[in-house]
Nanobody, 124 residues
Framework: QVQMVESGGGLVQAGGSLRLSCAPS????????MAWFRQAPGKEREFVSA????????YYEESVKGRFTISRDNAKSTLYLQMNSLKPEDTADYYC?????????????????WGQGTQVTVSS
C-alpha cells in the first residue's frame, strides 16, 4: 500500500522560511516524478513545483520561482520543498504527489499518488 507522508508545515511570519518533506512508502521512490501542489481555503488545488526521478529537471509555478526550491534525496526516499521569503498568499495546505512517468506534469490529473497534506500559514 502506498503512503505519502508530508511534514514541516507550520505558522511563520511573512519573509520567513519553512522546509517541507515528503516520505513515500510502498513505491520505489527513485523511479517517480514528484511534485508539490497546494490548496488554499475555497480554492482549487494548484501546482507548485515538480522534479524528475533523477532530479535533473525541475519546474516551478511562476509565483514561487526564485523563492521555493524543490529537491529530492533518492537514498533517503524523501522529497523536499524549501520555501523562503514566504508571503501571506502562500498560505495553503501543501500536498506531495507522485507519478511513475519521466515527464513533469502540472495538473492534478498527471499524478497517481497523493499525501494527506501539511498546513502552511504565513502571517503578515
Amino acid at each position: 500500500q502506498v503512503q505519502m507522508v508530508e511534514s514541516g508545515g507550520g505558522l511563520v511570519q511573512a519573509g520567513g522560511s519553512l522546509r517541507l518533506s515528503c516520505a513515500p512508502s510502498g513505491v520505489t521512490f527513485s523511479l517517480y516524478t514528484m511534485a508539490w501542489f497546494r490548496q488554499a481555503p475555497g480554492k482549487e488545488r494548484e501546482f507548485v513545483s515538480a522534479i524528475t526521478w533523477s532530479g535533473s529537471s525541475t519546474y516551478y509555478e511562476e509565483s514561487v520561482k526564485g523563492r521555493f526550491t524543490i529537491s529530492r534525496d533518492n537514498a533517503k526516499s524523501t522529497l523536499y520543498l524549501q520555501m523562503n521569503s514566504l508571503k501571506p498568499e502562500d498560505t495553503a495546505d501543501y500536498y506531495c504527489a507522485a507519478v511513475l512517468r519521466p515527464r513533469i506534469g502540472t495538473t492534478t490529473k498527471d499524478y497517481t499518488y497523493w499525501g494527506q497534506g501539511t498546513q502552511v500559514t504565513v502571517s503578515s
